[in-house]
T-cell receptor, first 114, second 116 residues
């Protein structure tokens, strides 16, 4: 039972344009959401997070939006750069399931075309 | 500061065998979590250890087990391997456990296990 879903396995964007990666979740008890980036042969690296009490969090070129009523979050990358090409994982955590028990989506492979 | 290290990086086993994977967390980190990554399921939480005690467990059969040593290094063991156990096994370390909070987890590069 996939509680966190990333329905787009891949996304291609032109350099300089906006990349929008989407994520849906089903568990209303999730209270913290994260995005991780993964390059081949490396482990995922933390990118940005958002608490359920917020609807937006920004860090440089990366912004995460949370729509709790729709159980949807998205990651915006502006402007996209070739070095952003990687697999992006959305993850969620519920305080009841344990502090570090993260539920991950299946990932979206972003390709930024120079 | 050295990152999370995992050994071995690649492993090939046959059905029915058992395997032990090792994870060394970042120096000073006391919490270690294990995840299984497969193409269809993404990353799935296996278990978490803190101060040599299992604090949390995912929905995996008892063939999957782990332990943590006093120096915070952790091992996971899979017994009676099945073809479906072929996956990338990722270890993540964090500084500590926060009740109700979240500590950033730092992932290792993973161990690629292939079961033939």
């Amino acid at each position: 039972d996939q509680q966190v879903k990333q329905n787009s396995p891949s996304l291609s964007v032109q350099e300089g344009r906006i990349s929008i990666l989407n994520c849906d979740y089903t568990n209303s008890m999730f209270d913290y959401f994260l995005w991780y980036k993964k390059y081949p042969a490396e482990g995922p690296t933390f990118l940005i997070s958002i608490s359920s009490i917020k609807d937006k969090n920004e860090d440089g070129r990366f912004t995460v939006f949370l729509n709790k009523s729709a159980k949807h979050l998205s990651l915006h990358i502006v402007p996209s750069q070739p070095g952003d090409s990687a697999v992006y994982f959305c993850a969620a955590r519920g305080s009841q399931t344990g502090a570090n028990n993260l539920f991950f989506g299946t990932g979206t492979r972003l390709t930024v075309i120079p | 500061k050295a990152g999370v290290t995992q050994t071995p990086r690649y492993l090939i086993k046959t059905r029915g065998q058992q395997v032990t994977l090792s994870c060394s967390p970042i120096s000073g980190h006391r919490s270690v979590s294990w995840y299984q990554q497969t193409p269809g399921q993404g990353l799935q939480f296996l278990f978490e250890y803190f101060s040599e005690t299992q604090r949390n467990k995912g929905n995996f059969p008892g063939r999957f087990s782990g332990r943590q040593f006093s120096n915070s290094r952790s091992e996971m063991n899979v017994s009676t391997l099945e073809l479906g156990d072929s996956a990338l096994y990722l270890c993540a370390s964090s500084l500590t456990l926060l009740a109700g909070g979240y500590n950033e987890q730092f992932f290792g590069p993973g161990t690629r296990l292939t079961v033939l």
